[in-house]
């Protein structure tokens, strides 16, 4: 079921399409909504952001797959929130792959693997400041 629709300006992964994430209907908005061409207003920020919400709220779905310049993404969760849209982040991995070239040479290459989501803001720390403080003790 596609429940996890994609605000980033890349298309979704097999991988990711596998774990329910679809792009927008929107997706050339949502690239043009992403793009910044210099630097920002406070204002530019926030309404780009609500205008990726509202894309997300019209989409059905109940979460969202966000990236994209750190500056911008808080507000962009925020305004998700607000939606009542879940925000998450792509988890991936690096797998080190091997291509047998047609002369019978090795390519090497390296892959992004989809592993799953990390939720926005919602990640308890392990431990507090001041564990960390007595660490030496």
């Known amino acids: 079921m596609k ?8 298309t979704a992964s097999p ?9 927008s209907k929107n997706s050339d908005a949502v690239a043009i909504l992403l793009t910044f061409d210099k630097i920002p207003t406070a204002y530019d920020i926030f309404q780009k952001a609500r205008e990726l919400a509202r894309i997300a709220t019209n989409s059905g779905a109940k979460s969202a797959m966000i990236g ?9 969760e925020f305004q998700l929130k607000q ?17 047998v070239q ?3 040479s ?8 989809h592993i799953g989501f990390v939720p926005a ?7 507090t400041e001041d564990d960390m403080s007595r660490e030496g003790e």
């Open 83 to 99: 939606a009542g849209i879940a925000p998450f982040y792509a988890f991936s991995t690096r797998v080190s792959e091997e291509q």
């Open 121 to 127: 803001g919602g990640i308890q720390p392990l431990r």
């Open 106 to 113: 090795v390519k090497k290459i390296n892959v992004f693997k």
């Open 68 to 76: 994209g310049a750190p500056w911008f993404m808080k507000e962009l």
């Open 15 to 23: 991988d990711q399409v596998s774990a329910g994430v679809f792009d």
């Open 3 to 10: 429940t996890i629709v994609n605000l980033t300006q890349h």
């Open 102 to 104: 047609a002369d019978g």
